[in-house]
């Protein structure tokens, strides 16, 4: 779980599904199911149990649970234990501990412009073959 002096002013309870877009001024745990995309100008919480199908952003992103969409970070991204992300990361910092799991590509550090970098790469399926006649 998040540091008990950490400070919420948005939670989304662990009986809650959502479908949408959030948006938070401060901080937010979300300990449900959430579909859309979040942005924040604090830390998100992504609780443990809960699941996304959504794109993050904020200043830091915590991960307890599971996340299935791109992560943006303007700080931090830190995955715990039993944290999980399918879709791409892009950070300035990132911690992640043993026993949790990436499945995208992780840009981490500065650019050279000072500011985070994003590199998405289309998957297989979203590639399409052009046949031409002659």
Partial sequence: M??????YSTI???D???KGEMSVDGGAKILGKFEGS???KGRINVGDGCRLKASVKAKEVTVEGQ???NVEAADRVELKTKGSIVGDISAIRMS???GASID???RIGVSSKGSVSTEVKPSAQAQQTVAVKK
């Fill in 67 to 69: 996340v299935d969409g």
């Fill in 12 to 14: 989304l309870g662990a």
């Fill in 16 to 18: 809650a599904n959502f």
């Fill in 104 to 106: 995208g590509h992780c």
């Fill in 96 to 98: 992640m501990a043993d």
């Fill in 38 to 40: 979040i942005n924040g």
């Fill in 2 to 7: 998040a540091e008990l002096t950490q400070e």
